[in-house]
């Protein structure tokens, strides 16, 4: 039998397929996108008025936005072996950055203005990105400390740029950020799925990608490889604070209001969760950011679940931790191995006289 037939073989095919790391992932979000259209039979529908698409299905893409964004910044520091705790802080300062701008100035909803006010917020971000790569890579400080620096101080500093208070503008271009159509698309499903694509572009068909798992595979052995393991780390740290920045923008932006106590809050937990789900491991090397699509939608789903089944909402925690316990474990290579090391059924034994 040559490769070809091998590889049509419906027993090889089913084998590939339930080793794969997104099964699990992928039936969690089937089951419960079916659970919640038994609930609601209105759930699965999708509408188009004027031109734009609505529906359960397109508010769980809108939803899903802001931690794949999160998750996308988050998996590359995971892949060199670090994290990042400050992205949640990070989205708050931001926000609270760029409402301050449009509340100070003459007319918020002039096109320069809100420019003006994303590209500060982003640039804050960038700010933030760099100072964490610094603690990390200058001064070695370990990357769980180094960030929780800012994950504690930063809704701080949110809190002085907001001067205690929830800054709310009227700025109808950036409300569009966040609740606007393309082309009958959101724009945050436009916005995550564009900066998914550069993002995969660049690790997959630039050096960027080689360079992230070599570094955390062994950092000492890709520096003796000649592989700059500060630079990447550096870069990386940037990356996360540049996406955080713009989750949070494009997290408040529906709202106009920057609540320095609340937004982005516990966001760096789901941004791990989504990482996780996506069949990334914490201790770097590989990772995929192809699981982070399926990861920020069952995470979507699994608050939305919440609702659609009227629990209470202080069980969403709950339920999260019981989907991630029980896709990672389904998922675990130690239960993999387990089921392939399932001895044959042996046969029964055929009676001579039936095989003379």
């Known amino acids: 039998m040559n490769a070809s037939a091998r590889g049509t073989n419906p027993v ?7 080793q794969h790391g997104l099964l699990w992932p992928v039936l969690a979000l089937v089951v419960l996108l079916l659970a919640c259209g038994l609930k609601s039979p209105g759930f ?8 734009n698409l609505y529906g359960q299905l397109v508010d769980l893409l809108r939803n899903s936005a802001t931690p794949l964004l999160l998750a996308l910044g988050m998996c590359l520091v995971i892949a060199t072996g670090g994290i990042d705790l400050s992205v949640g802080a990070v989205m708050a300062i931001s926000l609270a950055v760029s409402l301050t701008h449009l509340d100070g100035v003459a007319d918020p909803s002039a096109p320069g203005a809100v420019a003006t006010a994303v590209v500060t917020g982003l640039a804050l971000g960038v700010l933030i990105g760099a100072f964490n790569g610094f603690m990390v890579t200058a001064l ?18 949110a809190m002085l740029i907001t001067k205690g208070q929830i800054t709310t503008v009227t700025s109808p271009p950036f ?4 609740s606007g159509f393309v082309l009958g698309v959101p724009v945050p499903v436009v916005v995550a799925g564009a900066v998914f694509v550069l993002l995969a572009l660049a690790v997959r068909r630039t050096a960027l990608g ?7 595979t062994n950092r000492e052995a890709s520096r003796l490889a000649g592989v700059g393991a500060r630079s990447t780390t550096w870069v990386v740290y940037v990356l996360a604070g540049l996406l955080a920045a713009l989750a949070g923008i494009v997290y408040g932006a529906p709202t106009m209001a920057a609540d320095a106590n609340n937004i982005g809050l516990l966001k760096e937990l789901d941004a791990i969760m989504v990482v996780v789900l996506g069949g990334t491991r914490l201790d770097g090397g590989r990772f995929h950011l192809g699981g982070l699509v399926v990861g920020a939608l069952l995470l979507s789903t699994l608050e939305r679940a919440v609702i659609v089944f009227e629990l209470p909402s202080q069980t969403t925690p709950l339920f999260k931790a ?7 474990v389904a998922a675990s290579p130690a239960l993999r191995s387990l089921v392939r090391a399932r001895p044959p059924r042996a046969r029964r034994p055929v009676p001579v006289e039936v095989a003379a």
Do not use: H, N, Y
């Open 12 to 18: 090889t095919l089913f084998q590939r397929v339930s």
């Open 44 to 51: 699965l529908d999708v509408a188009t008025r004027d031109g």
């Open 140 to 157: 070695g400080i370990q990357p769980f400390i180094a960030t929780m620096i800012l994950m504690v101080a930063g809704r701080g500093i």
């Open 175 to 178: 409300k569009a950020i966040g």
């Open 210 to 216: 080689m360079f992230l798992e070599a570094v955390g």
């Open 322 to 328: 019981l989907v991630l316990i029980a896709v990672c």
